[in-house]
Nanobody, 117 residues
């Protein structure tokens, strides 16, 4: 089994920054070479994909975070990070780390990000 644990969330004012981390543990060899993703879910909304990074380090982003968020990974440890800048209230959500897997993806429990003045 693989466990994913997110950290780094918190409360910030608009325009602020946070850096989220996702640390993998357990049988991490199972996720070697896999995509790693960050999702978020705001109250009353569906979970949405925020950013993806390939095993080679190629990132993709949701339009809503392009230019503000940066995803990165430590492939040796299968850890993934999300640097978030210029945060606004619409970024308020629980942020989840994800690794695609069959039959069931691996998910962390999430870390809360709240952006308000």
């Amino acid at each position: 089994q693989v466990q994913l644990v997110e950290s780094g969330g918190g409360s910030v004012q608009p325009g602020g920054s946070l850096r989220l981390s996702c640390v993998a543990s357990g049988n991490i060899f199972r996720i070697n070479g896999r995509l790693m993703r960050w999702y978020r879910q705001a109250p009353g909304k569906e979970r949405e994909l925020v950013a993806t990074i390939t095993s080679g380090g190629t990132p993709t982003y949701a339009d809503s975070v392009k230019g503000r968020f940066t995803i990165s990974r430590d492939s040796a440890k299968n850890n993934v990070y999300l640097e978030m800048n210029s945060l606004n209230p619409e970024d308020t959500a629980v942020y989840y780390c994800n690794v695609p897997n069959l039959p069931t993806d691996y998910w962390g429990r999430g870390t809360q990000v709240t952006v308000s003045s």
